[in-house]
């Protein structure tokens, strides 16, 4: 399994970003992906998941009615949608791919992607 993250980079408080991974290398027939962020010093943090099969969303409370996950599954490829943005969304972005459904430990995740930076200014 192969993930390509791309999309970050600086933004203003209150301004949009779209998060893209290009996942390869397999189907991903009853896959959970996933999106979690990471700053300095602190843990891998869930933001959002979405099922492969049916495109059944999950969000962490801090990005609820802000960010919508979805994913294209005739080109393999999982979203980001990023509104309203706030400072402490600044962090590294990663998508992660599970067999096996969604949870919100990044510890129950084996595939990740390299990571992309999001900023977010005052």
């Known amino acids: 399994v192969q993930l390509q993250a791309s999309g970050g980079g600086l933004v203003q408080a209150g301004g949009s970003l779209r998060l893209s991974c290009a996942a390869s290398?397999?189907?991903?027939?009853?896959?959970?992906m996933g999106w979690f962020r990471q700053t300095p010093g602190l843990e891998r943090e869930f933001v959002a998941g979405?099922?492969?099969?049916?495109?059944?969303?999950y969000y962490a409370d801090s990005v609820k009615g802000r960010f919508t996950i979805s994913r294209d599954k005739a080109k393999s490829m999982v979203y980001l949608q990023m509104n309203n943005l706030k400072i402490e969304d600044t962090a590294v972005y990663y998508c992660?791919?599970?067999?096996?459904?969604?949870?919100?430990?990044?510890?129950?995740?084996?595939?990740w992607g390299q990571g992309t930076q999001v900023t977010v200014s005052s």
């Open positions: 979405i099922t492969w099969n049916w495109g059944t969303p």
């Open positions: 992660a791919a599970r067999n096996g459904g969604t949870t919100t430990n990044a510890n129950d995740w084996k595939r």
């Open positions: 290398g397999r189907t991903f027939t009853n896959y959970g």
